[in-house]
Protein backbone atom coordinates (compact mmCIF):
# COMPACT_ATOMS: atom_id res chain seq x y z
CA UNK A 1 0.00 0.00 0.00
CA UNK A 2 3.23 2.63 -0.63
CA UNK A 3 0.48 4.49 -2.63
CA UNK A 4 -1.93 5.18 0.12
CA UNK A 5 -0.95 8.75 1.75
CA UNK A 6 -0.90 8.96 6.06
CA UNK A 7 -2.27 12.34 5.50
CA UNK A 8 -5.88 11.71 6.82
CA UNK A 9 -9.16 13.20 5.37
CA UNK A 10 -11.44 15.33 7.46
CA UNK A 11 -14.87 14.95 7.35
CA UNK A 12 -16.94 17.41 9.35
CA UNK A 13 -20.00 15.82 10.59
CA UNK A 14 -21.48 12.66 12.08
CA UNK A 15 -24.84 12.69 10.83
CA UNK A 16 -26.12 10.05 7.60
CA UNK A 17 -24.14 11.74 5.16
CA UNK A 18 -20.50 12.23 6.70
CA UNK A 19 -20.80 8.44 8.54
CA UNK A 20 -20.86 7.05 5.00
CA UNK A 21 -18.63 9.24 3.22
CA UNK A 22 -16.31 8.00 6.57
CA UNK A 23 -16.89 4.99 6.16
CA UNK A 24 -16.17 4.59 1.91
CA UNK A 25 -12.93 6.55 2.40
CA UNK A 26 -11.67 4.03 5.37
CA UNK A 27 -12.52 1.20 3.35
CA UNK A 28 -10.48 2.56 0.64
CA UNK A 29 -7.57 2.57 3.00
CA UNK A 30 -7.89 6.37 3.23
CA UNK A 31 -7.29 7.30 6.92
CA UNK A 32 -10.39 9.81 8.44
CA UNK A 33 -10.76 11.89 10.86
CA UNK A 34 -14.49 12.05 11.91
CA UNK A 35 -15.33 15.49 13.69
CA UNK A 36 -19.05 15.46 15.33
CA UNK A 37 -19.75 18.61 17.65
CA UNK A 38 -22.50 16.31 19.41
CA UNK A 39 -22.67 15.64 23.00
CA UNK A 40 -20.62 18.88 23.54
CA UNK A 41 -22.84 21.17 21.40
CA UNK A 42 -26.16 20.05 20.29
CA UNK A 43 -28.64 21.29 18.08
CA UNK A 44 -32.20 21.88 18.23
CA UNK A 45 -33.27 18.59 17.13
CA UNK A 46 -31.26 16.23 18.56
CA UNK A 47 -31.77 14.35 21.73
CA UNK A 48 -28.04 12.29 21.65
CA UNK A 49 -24.63 12.43 21.26
CA UNK A 50 -24.72 9.45 19.04
CA UNK A 51 -23.92 8.91 15.18
CA UNK A 52 -26.37 9.12 12.74
CA UNK A 53 -29.15 9.40 14.67
CA UNK A 54 -32.31 10.52 12.89
CA UNK A 55 -34.04 13.52 14.36
CA UNK A 56 -37.21 13.04 12.56
CA UNK A 57 -38.97 10.35 10.49
CA UNK A 58 -37.29 6.74 11.14
CA UNK A 59 -38.69 5.72 7.73
CA UNK A 60 -36.42 5.06 4.74
CA UNK A 61 -39.31 5.02 2.74
CA UNK A 62 -40.15 2.55 -0.45
CA UNK A 63 -38.18 -0.19 -0.65
CA UNK A 64 -38.88 -1.62 -4.17
CA UNK A 65 -36.38 -1.06 -6.12
CA UNK A 66 -38.14 -2.23 -9.68
CA UNK A 67 -40.58 0.31 -9.55
CA UNK A 68 -40.22 3.02 -6.84
CA UNK A 69 -36.97 5.75 -7.08
CA UNK A 70 -36.42 5.59 -3.57
CA UNK A 71 -35.92 1.97 -3.75
CA UNK A 72 -34.15 2.01 -6.78
CA UNK A 73 -31.45 4.04 -4.60
CA UNK A 74 -31.12 1.92 -1.67
CA UNK A 75 -30.70 -1.07 -3.97
CA UNK A 76 -27.60 0.79 -5.53
CA UNK A 77 -26.86 2.19 -1.97
CA UNK A 78 -26.21 -1.40 -1.16
CA UNK A 79 -24.64 -2.98 -3.92
CA UNK A 80 -21.63 0.21 -3.35
CA UNK A 81 -21.27 -1.28 0.15
CA UNK A 82 -23.53 1.75 2.01
CA UNK A 83 -22.70 1.34 5.92
CA UNK A 84 -26.16 3.35 6.24
CA UNK A 85 -28.23 0.75 4.14
CA UNK A 86 -26.54 -2.26 5.78
CA UNK A 87 -27.38 -0.82 9.57
CA UNK A 88 -30.60 -0.30 8.38
CA UNK A 89 -30.97 -3.55 7.13
CA UNK A 90 -29.60 -5.10 10.26
CA UNK A 91 -32.31 -3.19 12.71
CA UNK A 92 -35.75 -3.15 10.27
CA UNK A 93 -39.13 -2.98 11.76
CA UNK A 94 -42.09 -3.74 10.27
CA UNK A 95 -43.43 -1.13 8.06
CA UNK A 96 -45.65 -2.51 4.86
CA UNK A 97 -43.27 -1.64 1.51
CA UNK A 98 -41.21 0.84 3.33
CA UNK A 99 -37.86 0.46 5.05
CA UNK A 100 -38.16 1.54 8.99
CA UNK A 101 -35.77 0.82 11.50
CA UNK A 102 -35.34 0.71 15.30
CA UNK A 103 -33.35 4.53 15.36
CA UNK A 104 -31.50 3.43 18.63
CA UNK A 105 -30.45 0.52 17.31
CA UNK A 106 -29.45 1.99 13.93
CA UNK A 107 -27.68 4.57 15.64
CA UNK A 108 -25.72 2.38 17.91
CA UNK A 109 -25.03 0.35 14.68
CA UNK A 110 -23.24 3.19 12.82
CA UNK A 111 -21.38 4.22 15.55
CA UNK A 112 -20.14 0.73 16.54
CA UNK A 113 -18.97 0.11 12.88
CA UNK A 114 -17.43 3.34 12.74
CA UNK A 115 -15.57 3.50 16.10
CA UNK A 116 -14.02 -0.20 15.57
CA UNK A 117 -12.69 0.68 12.16
CA UNK A 118 -8.99 0.94 12.59
CA UNK A 119 -8.35 3.91 10.11
CA UNK A 120 -11.07 6.03 11.50
CA UNK A 121 -10.05 8.63 14.33
CA UNK A 122 -13.56 10.30 15.86
CA UNK A 123 -13.23 13.43 17.51
CA UNK A 124 -15.97 15.14 19.55
CA UNK A 125 -15.34 18.80 19.35
CA UNK A 126 -17.14 21.44 16.69
CA UNK A 127 -14.96 23.04 14.00
CA UNK A 128 -16.82 26.63 13.70
CA UNK A 129 -13.86 27.84 11.05
CA UNK A 130 -12.85 26.04 7.66
CA UNK A 131 -9.79 28.08 7.22
CA UNK A 132 -8.56 25.47 10.41
CA UNK A 133 -7.91 22.68 8.30
CA UNK A 134 -6.35 24.87 5.09
CA UNK A 135 -4.35 22.19 3.62
CA UNK A 136 -5.96 19.54 4.08
CA UNK A 137 -8.74 17.20 2.21
CA UNK A 138 -12.31 18.11 3.92
CA UNK A 139 -15.45 17.28 3.17
CA UNK A 140 -18.10 19.29 5.13
CA UNK A 141 -21.53 16.76 5.64
CA UNK A 142 -22.96 19.02 8.77
CA UNK A 143 -26.70 18.58 7.46
CA UNK A 144 -29.86 21.30 8.21
CA UNK A 145 -28.29 21.81 11.44
CA UNK A 146 -25.14 23.74 10.94
CA UNK A 147 -23.91 25.34 13.90
CA UNK A 148 -23.99 29.45 13.34
CA UNK A 149 -20.32 30.13 13.11
CA UNK A 150 -19.54 27.15 11.03
CA UNK A 151 -22.47 28.61 8.62
CA UNK A 152 -20.95 31.98 8.38
CA UNK A 153 -17.35 30.04 7.79
CA UNK A 154 -19.12 28.89 5.00
CA UNK A 155 -20.45 32.01 3.45
CA UNK A 156 -17.51 33.67 4.12
CA UNK A 157 -15.26 30.98 1.94
CA UNK A 158 -18.35 30.52 -1.25
CA UNK A 159 -18.74 34.03 -1.07
CA UNK A 160 -22.46 33.03 -1.74
CA UNK A 161 -25.52 33.77 0.68
CA UNK A 162 -26.42 30.25 2.04
CA UNK A 163 -30.61 29.78 2.06
CA UNK A 164 -32.67 28.49 4.69
CA UNK A 165 -36.03 26.78 5.59
CA UNK A 166 -37.82 25.25 8.76
CA UNK A 167 -38.24 21.24 9.03
CA UNK A 168 -40.94 20.30 11.17
CA UNK A 169 -40.87 16.69 13.20
CA UNK A 170 -43.58 14.69 13.92
CA UNK A 171 -44.88 13.56 17.44
CA UNK A 172 -44.39 9.87 18.87
CA UNK A 173 -46.73 7.88 21.13
CA UNK A 174 -46.24 5.32 23.32
CA UNK A 175 -48.14 2.26 21.86
CA UNK A 176 -49.59 1.06 25.38
CA UNK A 177 -51.61 4.50 25.52
CA UNK A 178 -53.26 3.59 22.26
CA UNK A 179 -57.29 2.42 22.69
CA UNK A 180 -57.77 -0.45 20.53
CA UNK A 181 -61.69 -0.37 20.83
CA UNK A 182 -61.04 2.69 17.73
CA UNK A 183 -57.78 2.13 16.68
CA UNK A 184 -56.82 -0.99 14.64
CA UNK A 185 -53.76 -2.47 12.34
CA UNK A 186 -53.48 -2.30 9.28
CA UNK A 187 -51.62 -0.98 6.38
CA UNK A 188 -52.81 0.24 3.71
CA UNK A 189 -54.16 -1.68 0.91
CA UNK A 190 -52.68 -4.21 2.88
CA UNK A 191 -49.30 -4.08 1.59
CA UNK A 192 -46.11 -5.55 3.68
CA UNK A 193 -48.02 -7.83 6.34
CA UNK A 194 -50.98 -5.63 6.18
CA UNK A 195 -50.70 -4.69 9.77
CA UNK A 196 -47.85 -2.34 9.67
CA UNK A 197 -49.62 0.93 10.75
CA UNK A 198 -51.90 1.61 14.08
CA UNK A 199 -55.06 3.06 12.51
CA UNK A 200 -57.75 5.84 14.14
CA UNK A 201 -60.96 6.99 11.82
CA UNK A 202 -62.78 10.23 12.03
CA UNK A 203 -65.99 10.94 10.80
CA UNK A 204 -66.84 14.05 9.06
CA UNK A 205 -67.58 16.41 12.20
CA UNK A 206 -64.54 14.89 14.10
CA UNK A 207 -62.28 16.17 11.32
CA UNK A 208 -63.47 19.74 10.77
CA UNK A 209 -63.54 20.49 14.44
CA UNK A 210 -59.69 18.83 14.39
CA UNK A 211 -59.29 21.32 12.01
CA UNK A 212 -60.63 24.07 13.34
CA UNK A 213 -58.76 23.79 16.38
CA UNK A 214 -55.52 23.31 14.18
CA UNK A 215 -56.25 26.55 12.63
CA UNK A 216 -56.60 28.19 15.89
CA UNK A 217 -54.03 26.56 18.16
CA UNK A 218 -50.96 28.50 19.45
CA UNK A 219 -47.92 27.84 17.11
CA UNK A 220 -43.87 28.32 17.85
CA UNK A 221 -42.93 32.14 16.94
CA UNK A 222 -40.18 33.12 15.13
CA UNK A 223 -37.61 34.81 15.54
CA UNK A 224 -37.58 38.31 13.51
CA UNK A 225 -34.57 37.31 10.91
CA UNK A 226 -36.86 33.87 10.32
CA UNK A 227 -40.21 35.46 9.42
CA UNK A 228 -39.62 34.88 5.52
CA UNK A 229 -37.65 31.60 5.29
CA UNK A 230 -39.52 28.96 3.61
CA UNK A 231 -40.74 25.52 4.33
CA UNK A 232 -39.54 22.81 2.42
CA UNK A 233 -42.71 21.35 0.53
CA UNK A 234 -42.45 17.94 1.20
CA UNK A 235 -42.21 18.09 4.84
CA UNK A 236 -44.56 21.03 5.56
CA UNK A 237 -46.38 21.20 9.30
CA UNK A 238 -50.07 19.60 9.40
CA UNK A 239 -50.96 22.88 10.77
CA UNK A 240 -49.60 25.24 7.23
CA UNK A 241 -51.66 22.24 5.05
CA UNK A 242 -54.61 22.93 6.78
CA UNK A 243 -54.20 26.50 6.25
CA UNK A 244 -54.69 25.97 2.54
CA UNK A 245 -57.89 24.36 2.20
CA UNK A 246 -60.16 22.27 5.14
CA UNK A 247 -59.85 19.54 2.73
CA UNK A 248 -56.05 19.51 2.29
CA UNK A 249 -55.00 16.79 5.00
CA UNK A 250 -58.11 14.56 3.39
CA UNK A 251 -55.96 14.09 0.53
CA UNK A 252 -52.50 14.13 2.24
CA UNK A 253 -51.39 12.39 5.52
CA UNK A 254 -54.93 11.94 6.68
CA UNK A 255 -56.43 10.29 3.84
CA UNK A 256 -59.09 7.24 4.44
CA UNK A 257 -58.46 5.21 1.22
CA UNK A 258 -57.33 1.49 1.22
CA UNK A 259 -58.36 1.37 5.09
CA UNK A 260 -61.74 -0.59 6.53
CA UNK A 261 -62.21 0.12 9.89
CA UNK A 262 -63.43 -3.60 11.35
CA UNK A 263 -64.95 -1.51 14.39
CA UNK A 264 -67.38 -0.34 12.26
CA UNK A 265 -66.91 -1.82 8.98
CA UNK A 266 -70.63 -0.07 7.57
CA UNK A 267 -68.95 3.49 8.31
CA UNK A 268 -66.37 4.87 5.86
CA UNK A 269 -63.78 6.99 7.72
CA UNK A 270 -63.90 10.54 6.11
CA UNK A 271 -60.23 11.09 7.55
CA UNK A 272 -57.43 8.52 9.17
CA UNK A 273 -54.36 9.09 11.04
CA UNK A 274 -51.76 6.65 11.14
CA UNK A 275 -49.14 5.35 13.42
CA UNK A 276 -45.79 3.70 12.61
CA UNK A 277 -43.45 1.54 14.34
CA UNK A 278 -40.57 3.48 15.57
CA UNK A 279 -38.59 1.25 17.75
CA UNK A 280 -38.23 -2.42 17.13
CA UNK A 281 -39.78 -3.82 20.62
CA UNK A 282 -42.56 -1.96 18.88
CA UNK A 283 -43.66 0.44 22.02
CA UNK A 284 -43.32 3.56 20.25
CA UNK A 285 -45.67 4.73 17.28
CA UNK A 286 -44.95 7.90 15.38
CA UNK A 287 -47.95 9.85 13.80
CA UNK A 288 -46.88 9.83 10.14
CA UNK A 289 -47.14 13.51 8.38
CA UNK A 290 -47.49 15.03 11.63
CA UNK A 291 -44.66 17.41 11.57
CA UNK A 292 -45.70 20.23 13.54
CA UNK A 293 -45.03 23.71 15.07
CA UNK A 294 -48.05 23.63 17.33
CA UNK A 295 -46.76 24.71 20.88
CA UNK A 296 -46.31 21.69 23.27
CA UNK A 297 -49.57 22.03 25.36
CA UNK A 298 -51.48 22.52 21.86
CA UNK A 299 -50.22 19.23 20.60
CA UNK A 300 -51.07 17.10 23.29
CA UNK A 301 -54.58 19.09 23.94
CA UNK A 302 -55.52 18.39 20.00
CA UNK A 303 -54.09 15.51 19.63
CA UNK A 304 -55.48 13.73 21.91
CA UNK A 305 -59.44 14.90 20.37
CA UNK A 306 -58.04 12.26 17.60
CA UNK A 307 -60.08 9.13 18.29
CA UNK A 308 -58.41 6.25 19.86
CA UNK A 309 -55.49 8.90 21.27
CA UNK A 310 -57.42 10.00 23.80
CA UNK A 311 -55.17 8.91 26.43
CA UNK A 312 -52.22 9.29 24.31
CA UNK A 313 -48.99 9.63 26.11
CA UNK A 314 -46.16 11.24 23.74
CA UNK A 315 -42.57 9.99 24.14
CA UNK A 316 -41.67 12.99 22.04
CA UNK A 317 -44.02 15.77 20.95
CA UNK A 318 -43.17 17.72 17.74
CA UNK A 319 -41.11 20.58 16.45
CA UNK A 320 -39.41 22.89 14.83
CA UNK A 321 -35.82 22.89 13.22
CA UNK A 322 -33.87 25.19 10.69
CA UNK A 323 -32.73 23.87 7.74
CA UNK A 324 -29.47 25.08 6.11
CA UNK A 325 -27.76 24.55 2.41
CA UNK A 326 -26.00 26.10 -0.23
CA UNK A 327 -26.41 27.00 -3.56
CA UNK A 328 -24.66 23.72 -4.85
CA UNK A 329 -25.72 24.09 -8.64
CA UNK A 330 -23.32 26.93 -8.30
CA UNK A 331 -21.02 26.14 -6.19
CA UNK A 332 -19.85 22.66 -6.65
CA UNK A 333 -18.63 20.39 -9.00
CA UNK A 334 -19.16 16.99 -10.81
CA UNK A 335 -17.30 15.46 -7.96
CA UNK A 336 -19.09 17.44 -5.24
CA UNK A 337 -15.58 19.76 -4.92
CA UNK A 338 -16.43 23.74 -3.81
CA UNK A 339 -15.08 24.77 -7.22
CA UNK A 340 -13.45 27.83 -5.87
CA UNK A 341 -10.86 25.16 -3.12
CA UNK A 342 -10.21 22.23 -4.68
CA UNK A 343 -10.12 19.45 -2.04
CA UNK A 344 -12.89 21.09 -0.33
CA UNK A 345 -16.23 18.78 -0.61
CA UNK A 346 -20.10 19.34 0.62
CA UNK A 347 -22.11 15.95 1.25
CA UNK A 348 -25.81 15.44 2.52
CA UNK A 349 -28.41 18.01 2.77
CA UNK A 350 -26.05 21.03 3.63
CA UNK A 351 -25.85 20.52 -0.65
CA UNK A 352 -29.75 20.27 -0.82
CA UNK A 353 -31.08 17.23 -1.22
CA UNK A 354 -34.02 15.97 1.05
CA UNK A 355 -34.44 12.99 3.33
CA UNK A 356 -32.19 10.40 4.77
CA UNK A 357 -31.34 8.00 1.36
CA UNK A 358 -30.71 11.08 -0.66
CA UNK A 359 -28.34 12.19 2.16
CA UNK A 360 -26.89 8.63 2.45
CA UNK A 361 -26.16 8.60 -1.27
CA UNK A 362 -24.29 12.30 -1.73
CA UNK A 363 -22.02 11.04 1.60
CA UNK A 364 -21.34 7.93 -0.15
CA UNK A 365 -20.29 9.51 -3.70
CA UNK A 366 -18.36 12.25 -1.87
CA UNK A 367 -15.90 9.93 -0.24
CA UNK A 368 -15.50 7.93 -2.85
CA UNK A 369 -14.47 10.98 -5.14
CA UNK A 370 -12.35 11.99 -2.46
CA UNK A 371 -10.88 8.51 -1.92
CA UNK A 372 -10.15 8.13 -5.66
CA UNK A 373 -8.57 11.31 -6.31
CA UNK A 374 -6.44 10.75 -3.55
CA UNK A 375 -5.04 7.19 -4.76
CA UNK A 376 -5.30 8.87 -8.72
CA UNK A 377 -8.05 6.68 -9.98
CA UNK A 378 -10.86 7.37 -12.11
CA UNK A 379 -13.68 10.15 -10.08
CA UNK A 380 -16.45 9.43 -13.42
CA UNK A 381 -19.59 10.48 -11.60
CA UNK A 382 -22.28 7.69 -12.42
CA UNK A 383 -24.66 7.68 -15.42
CA UNK A 384 -27.77 10.32 -15.33
CA UNK A 385 -29.55 7.14 -16.22
CA UNK A 386 -28.50 5.45 -12.51
CA UNK A 387 -30.52 7.05 -9.35
CA UNK A 388 -27.24 8.07 -7.84
CA UNK A 389 -26.26 10.14 -11.15
CA UNK A 390 -29.42 11.31 -11.55
CA UNK A 391 -29.72 12.81 -8.09
CA UNK A 392 -26.10 14.14 -8.36
CA UNK A 393 -27.14 16.12 -11.62
CA UNK A 394 -29.44 17.63 -9.97
CA UNK A 395 -27.34 19.12 -7.20
CA UNK A 396 -24.61 19.75 -9.15
CA UNK A 397 -25.90 21.45 -11.66
CA UNK A 398 -29.23 19.64 -13.63
CA UNK A 399 -31.18 22.54 -11.15
CA UNK A 400 -31.46 25.91 -11.35
CA UNK A 401 -29.25 27.78 -8.98
CA UNK A 402 -31.27 30.87 -8.65
CA UNK A 403 -34.59 28.82 -7.61
CA UNK A 404 -32.98 25.72 -6.13
CA UNK A 405 -34.54 24.21 -3.44
CA UNK A 406 -34.26 21.06 -1.35
CA UNK A 407 -35.48 17.83 -3.47
CA UNK A 408 -35.64 14.39 -3.11
CA UNK A 409 -35.11 11.54 -5.46
CA UNK A 410 -37.77 11.00 -7.83
CA UNK A 411 -38.31 9.89 -11.69
CA UNK A 412 -38.63 13.32 -12.93
CA UNK A 413 -34.60 13.27 -12.39
CA UNK A 414 -34.21 10.47 -14.54
CA UNK A 415 -34.50 10.86 -18.47
CA UNK A 416 -36.58 9.09 -20.30
CA UNK A 417 -37.18 5.54 -21.11
CA UNK A 418 -38.16 3.21 -23.47
CA UNK A 419 -41.29 0.82 -22.04
CA UNK A 420 -38.87 -1.92 -24.05
CA UNK A 421 -35.96 -1.49 -21.49
CA UNK A 422 -38.50 -3.12 -19.17
CA UNK A 423 -37.10 -6.23 -17.71
CA UNK A 424 -37.19 -9.21 -20.20
CA UNK A 425 -40.39 -10.75 -18.22
CA UNK A 426 -42.36 -7.94 -18.47
CA UNK A 427 -41.47 -7.00 -22.21
CA UNK A 428 -43.96 -7.79 -25.19
CA UNK A 429 -47.12 -7.59 -22.45
CA UNK A 430 -50.11 -5.56 -23.58
CA UNK A 431 -50.64 -2.54 -21.52
CA UNK A 432 -53.75 -0.80 -20.17
CA UNK A 433 -54.05 2.16 -19.79
CA UNK A 434 -52.46 3.69 -16.93
CA UNK A 435 -50.33 0.74 -16.89
CA UNK A 436 -47.79 2.35 -19.11
CA UNK A 437 -46.83 4.88 -16.45
CA UNK A 438 -45.79 1.93 -14.36
CA UNK A 439 -43.58 -0.05 -17.33
CA UNK A 440 -41.87 3.57 -17.54
CA UNK A 441 -41.18 3.18 -13.54
CA UNK A 442 -39.79 -0.39 -14.46
CA UNK A 443 -38.06 0.29 -17.27
CA UNK A 444 -35.75 3.25 -15.51
CA UNK A 445 -35.36 0.86 -12.39
CA UNK A 446 -33.93 -2.28 -14.83
CA UNK A 447 -31.75 0.12 -17.32
CA UNK A 448 -30.61 1.80 -13.74
CA UNK A 449 -29.10 -0.77 -12.03
CA UNK A 450 -27.96 -2.30 -15.62
CA UNK A 451 -26.30 1.12 -16.11
CA UNK A 452 -24.48 0.98 -12.49
CA UNK A 453 -23.08 -2.18 -13.05
CA UNK A 454 -21.43 -1.40 -16.06
CA UNK A 455 -20.05 1.80 -14.41
CA UNK A 456 -18.92 -0.03 -11.70
CA UNK A 457 -17.06 -2.26 -13.98
CA UNK A 458 -15.74 0.30 -16.44
CA UNK A 459 -14.45 2.77 -13.29
CA UNK A 460 -13.37 -0.11 -10.95
CA UNK A 461 -15.90 1.82 -8.52
Known amino acids: MDNISPEPIHVIGGGLAGSEAAWQLANASIPVVLHEMRPTRSTPAHQTGGLAELVCSNSFRADDHTA ?14 SLIMTAATQNRVPAGGALAVDRD ?8 ALTGHPLILIKREEITDLRTLDGNAVIVATGPLTSDALSQSIRSLTGADQMAFFDAIAPIVYKDSIDFSKAWYQSRYDKGDGKDYINCAMDEAQYHAFIEALLAAEKTTFKEWEIDTPYFEGCLPIEVMAE ?8 GPMKPVGLTNPNAPEKRAYAIVQLRQDNKLGTLWNMVGFQTKLAYGEQTRIFR ?3 GLENAEFARLGG ?21 RPGLRFAGQITGCEGYVESTAIGLLAGRFAARERLGQDTTPPPVTTALGALLGHVTGGAEAETFQ ?14 DDRPPELRGKRLKRGDRKKARKAAVCARALKDLEQ ?3 DTGA
Do not use: C, Y
Open 406 to 419: PMNINFGLFPLADI
Open 105 to 112: GFSASVEK
Open 455 to 457: WIK
Open 244 to 251: RGAETLTF
Open 320 to 340: LHRNTFIKSPELLDQTLQLKS
Open 68 to 81: NAVGLLHEELRRLG
Open 305 to 307: TIP
